[in-house]
């Protein structure tokens, strides 16, 4: 019987045409997520050698003024994404992947990004993750809608009755064809993916391909459940369509725009502000009152004398400082309601497969916005690391030479790689067999 079946199956235009477009878009995703892997290591290495360059060109000038050459100097950390975020490039688009830093206020650069062309960033890129979460689900509904509907309506359906006591086997095994095509294109797209990617199959790369079959297999039980349904090829076309929408597009639209309405961050702006006012306003202020707090800050500091006729390092840096410190609370604020937002959505998506399968993608390429939150974290430690390691020997008047230059190159952030299995897979999994077993007890009626 699944020979017939299969062979009947190769025959049809859809076979072929769900064939071509699916492997032709999904090499095409790959390519896009092998130029993004290239652009990620060709900036890496251009801000290596630009680090490296501008740290000779600038001793050349103030080598004698260590608190002047550190004024200009930029240290840059970059995030460390593996191989697998090419198959989910996530929010990578428009967050830096790696940030140059001076010891100077670091709020006030934590936002600096690459220049982007607007109409790029509006679009997305096409990756693998992409094509898995939209396209497939479309051939899915092109090859499986019209499985009973299309017998009926041409009048076939009694001739294939009279040969089989089995009905429901029967549409069950013409489902079960075409949903191992797909699958069979999604593991070899998967495959692929590793091969030319370079991706390590590590548990999260196995993570994405078991979220990829889960996704697929819920699909294929609300295809079967549209089926069982009995009803004509246009209703269940219409149907179907009418689900993709709302799943895909309108579902993770409101609930973008739910979040982004109740948890409004205003703290971006107001946090630059705070911090360029906590800078500014110390010129105009007794320098004891800049010094008490960032000695209060770093009490080690303390024996440090701060002349009070003329301009000093350790006063000018204090002052940087002192503007971070103003704009810790409104930052923490800020960082609190993006937690929130993500929250919100991840218990939404419990519900929703299409987000479901997005976020846990994103998350298992570390491209989504909690590793980006992390990657900050770490720019903040970055930079503190940084002023404590030159203070000493800024404010002890030291030259360039008394800095070992070689061990300021650039640093890398390696993206935290944990995950629960159980949250990646239970959601999905039972939304599926609740559809497919609605869907086995509505075939009964035949």
Avoid at 13 to 23: A, G, P, R
Avoid at 336 to 356: D, G, L, Y
Avoid at 385 to 409: M, N, P, Q
Avoid at 431 to 438: C, F, S, V
């Amino acid at each position: 019987m699944y020979s017939l079946l299969f062979k009947s199956f190769f025959r049809t235009k859809i076979f072929l045409v769900s064939l071509v477009l699916l492997l032709s878009v999904g090499v095409i995703s790959i390519l896009i997520g092998k130029q993004f892997l290239v652009k990620q290591e060709k900036t890496i290495a251009a801000a290596q050698v630009f680090q490296e360059e501008s740290v000779k060109k600038n001793i050349e000038y103030h080598s004698e003024d260590l608190g002047l050459l550190l004024y200009y100097l930029r240290f840059t950390l970059a995030k460390k994404l593996e191989n697998i975020s090419a198959i989910s490039i996530g929010q990578s688009d428009v967050n830096p992947l790696l940030q140059a830093v001076t010891i100077r206020g670091l709020e006030g650069q934590k936002y600096d990004t690459d220049f982007e062309n607007p109409s790029l960033l509006m679009s997305g890129n096409l990756d693998l993750g992409f094509v898995i979460i939209y396209l497939f689900p479309l051939v899915l509904i092109a090859m499986t809608f019209n499985l009973y509907s299309e017998e009926k309506e041409l009048g076939t359906w009694r001739i294939l009755v009279a040969q089989t006591s089995r009905k429901a086997g029967f549409l069950l095994k013409k489902m079960a064809v075409r949903i191992l095509f797909v699958f069979a294109v999604l593991i070899t797209l998967m495959f692929l993916a590793s091969t030319i990617l370079q991706i390590s199959m590590n548990a999260n790369f196995w993570a994405i391909f078991l979220q990829s079959i889960l996704y697929l297999l819920f699909w294929s039980a609300l295809c079967f459940w549209m089926v069982s349904l009995l009803k004509n090829s246009s209703f269940n076309a219409l149907a179907l369509i009418s689900i993709w929408v709302v799943l895909t597009i309108l579902v993770p639209a409101l609930v973008n725009n739910y979040v982004i309405n109740t948890y409004q961050v205003p703290e971006a702006l107001d946090a630059m502000v705070e911090q360029r006012d906590g800078y500014h306003e110390k010129w105009d202020m007794e320098k004891d009152v800049t010094m008490n707090g960032f000695i209060g800050a770093y009490p080690q500091y303390i024996n440090y004398e701060v002349p009070q006729d003329r301009f000093s390092w350790i006063w000018y840096y204090g002052m940087q400082h002192m503007g971070d410190l103003a704009a810790k609370e409104t930052i923490e604020e800020m960082t609190k309601k993006i937690m929130q937002r993500n929250k919100v959505s991840e218990k939404v998506a419990f519900f929703i497969p299409t987000m479901h399968a997005q976020l846990s993608m994103n998350n298992l390429a570390g491209t989504d916005m909690i590793s980006h939150l992390g990657f900050l974290n770490a720019l903040t430690k970055f930079h503190e690391s940084l002023r404590l390691g030159f203070y000493d020997k800024i404010f002890s008047e030291k030259s360039e030479s008394s800095v070992d230059w070689t061990k300021h190159d650039l640093k890398f952030y390696q993206v935290d790689d944990n995950f629960s299995w159980l949250k990646l897979v239970l959601p999905t999994l039972l939304i599926t067999l609740i559809i497919g077993l609605i869907g086995v007890f509505n075939l009964r009626k035949l």
